[in-house]
């Protein structure tokens, strides 16, 4: 069964204090991984995709980075308006499931 | 500039009760997708439509109906509410499955 596991479930950090979260996943074979943030009352919005393995995507201070068995989202040097939940989903060979992890949430304290 | 669009966005059920939370996206999508949120347990699917015409199960289907009623437009249907199905209420769509989701804003669903 495709199972997608996000770490930690929630996260306080520091203004500037970098960091990572952790997304690993179990599927039958990947076609791609997708990161979201998600404000509250908000739908997720889409950061990154990845593909393939040693594949790296960057966007002001996010990092994304995928291996064979799980993904990270490098925060570094983080602001309070980087506070928000952040998802990863995969897409899965052989169906058209969107799988999503249960999420971390990120608070950044100035 | 709509993008996907659910309707309602607040709605209160008695127990027993049926409703039709309804997705529209203006996108020329082919596939759509329903999830609920509750806390702690990040989207869980509900169903999904890989194309106009067709419908499949995800995690959580038992209590939901879909209709895919065109290539617009995907509806979730509760036939009869229970509480346990109080939740909040994600549609999306994707262009192809590898690509990203575009998501609605919501439906938040209490049920009594």
């Known amino acids: 069964e495709d199972q997608v596991t996000q770490s930690p479930e929630a996260l306080r950090l520091q203004e500037g204090e970098s960091s990572s979260l952790n997304c690993s996943y179990t599927?039958?074979?990947?076609?791609?991984l997708f990161w979201y943030r998600q404000d509250p009352g908000k739908g997720p919005e889409f950061l990154f995709t990845?593909?393939?393995a040693g594949e790296e995507k960057e966007k002001e201070r996010l990092k994304a980075t995928l291996t064979k068995k799980e993904s990270f989202l490098h925060i570094t040097a983080p602001k309070p308006e980087d506070s928000a939940t952040y998802l990863c989903?995969?897409?899965?060979?052989?169906?058209?499931?969107?799988?999503f992890g249960t999420g971390t949430r990120l608070k950044v304290l100035a | 500039n709509a993008g996907v669009t659910q309707t309602p966005k607040f709605q209160v059920l008695k127990t027993g009760q049926s409703m039709t939370l309804q997705c529209a996206q203006d996108?020329?999508?082919?596939?759509m997708y329903w999830y609920r949120q509750d806390p702690g347990m990040g989207l869980r699917l509900i169903y999904y439509?890989?194309?106009?015409?067709?419908?499949d199960k995800g995690e959580v289907p038992n209590g939901y109906n879909v209709s895919r009623l065109n290539k617009r437009e995907f509806s979730l249907r509760l036939e009869s509410a229970a509480p346990s199905q109080t939740s909040v209420y994600f549609c999306?769509?994707?262009?192809?499955?590898?690509?990203?989701?575009?998501f609605g804003q919501g439906t938040r669903l209490t049920v009594v």
């Open positions: 989903a995969v897409s899965t060979s052989g169906t058209y499931k969107y799988i």
């Open positions: 599927v039958s074979g990947l076609r791609g």
């Open positions: 990845l593909y393939s």
């Open positions: 996108m020329n999508h082919n596939s």
């Open positions: 439509s890989a194309s106009e015409g067709t419908t």
């Open positions: 999306a769509s994707l262009g192809a499955v590898n690509t990203e989701a575009f």
